[in-house]
């Protein structure tokens, strides 16, 4: 049977509340979701890692060594990866897919967007 | 034909190797490291773990150290991206230890990928498609184990067979391999097939 799906728009807060230097929590609807601010814009993420259950929000989020020649190293992909804290699973914050695919198992992702100075997150 | 590359305390990923491997691949030849009873006995020998060991025993049990260690740098130093046509043999290693190896390796590749970011594929795909092992010593077990544990090394595709035949310690030619690998298709690969892919033209085949 498939089921319908409601889709609903929250407000979480003032967009300058949500700085750029942290990874920000917040709760819906008994969900803790990981809220990240980049130069150009918002992310959320569950806060909670498909591989083992950590704290998505305790991570890292960075970009990476992007696959290269032996012995060479290239950061690239800055403000686009989250990083698990305890396994370092690296996760890709648009998609939630895991990067250079380290595994299938993939990051639930929402979308958020701004609106008169405040932060909405479809859920 | 093949480049034998004794073992010594320069670990086989090391760049010191590199000019061996470009010719290899120059001349079509697998690069082959064979155990040379030397292992852990003298200052720049290939160490074994843990130190000396006291008895020969000890020794005998742990040399699939050596190939252990050297397996895990060429893939993590990148050599088989550096070099993708290069095959590696292993010989008289043993390779019942190579299933948990592979997982191990792949386990940590995912956690530990940031590091060593060259490494594209799964290490256990780099010893699959480079790798190979010899059947001797074959490390008996009750059959159903012994088919698992073929089954995680891909053995039917990177085994060649070998017997060691006299040593002490052989693999009787015409009874352990026999009694441990029934099927047909997987002895022919194993007696014949695999050997072909890596040596190719320059094995004689009647």
């Known amino acids: 049977m498939g089921g319908i799906v409601i889709q609903m728009d929250y407000k979480i807060g003032k ?4 700085t750029t230097n942290k990874c920000h929590i917040i709760n819906i609807k008994g969900r803790s979701i990981a809220i990240y601010r980049s130069k150009e814009t918002f992310y959320a993420v569950r806060n909670r890692c498909p591989h083992k259950g950590a704290e998505i929000c ?19 992909l800055e403000e686009q990866v989250v990083v698990c804290p305890w396994h370092g699973y690296e996760f890709d914050v648009k998609t939630g897919n895991a990067l250079f695919n380290l595994t299938k198992l993939k990051l639930k992702t929402y979308d958020v967007y701004q609106k008169n100075g405040e932060l909405y997150i479809k859920i | 034909m093949a480049i034998h590359l004794p073992l010594i305390n320069i670990s086989l990923g090391d760049r010191y190797f590199y000019p061996i491997y470009e010719a290899a691949i120059e001349e079509n030849l697998p690069v082959m490291t064979h155990v040379t009873g030397a292992e852990g006995t003298y200052l720049g020998a290939a160490p074994l773990a843990a130190g000396l060991t006291k008895y020969y025993t000890e020794r005998y049990i742990t040399y699939p150290q050596i190939a252990q260690s050297n397996l895990v740098n060429l893939i993590f130093e990148g050599v088989f991206e550096k070099y993708p046509e290069l095959k590696v043999i292993f010989v008289e290693y043993a390779f019942s230890w190579l299933g948990p190896m592979m997982a191990r390796m792949d386990q940590s590749w995912r956690n530990l990928r940031i590091e060593t970011p060259w490494v594209k594929k799964t290490p256990s795909e780099y010893v699959k498609e480079n790798v190979f092992f010899t059947t001797q010593p074959i490390d008996e077990m009750p059959k159903k184990q012994f088919d698992q544990m073929i089954e995680m090394v891909d053995g039917k595709e990177n085994l060649l067979f070998s017997s060691d035949y006299p040593h002490w310690d052989n693999d009787m030619p015409d009874k352990t391999f026999y009694r441990l690998f029934t099927n047909d298709e997987d002895r022919k690969r194993i007696l014949h097939d695999n050997a072909l892919s890596i040596f190719g033209s320059r094995l004689r085949v009647d």
Not at chain 1, 15 to 18: G, I, K, L, Q, T
Not at chain 1, 58 to 76: A, H, I, Q, V, W
Request: without cysteine; charged residues 20%.
């Open chain 1, 15 to 18: 967009v300058s509340e949500f």
């Open chain 1, 58 to 76: 305790k991570g890292d989020f960075r970009g990476t060594m992007l696959p290269s020649n032996p012995n060479e190293l290239n950061y690239g």
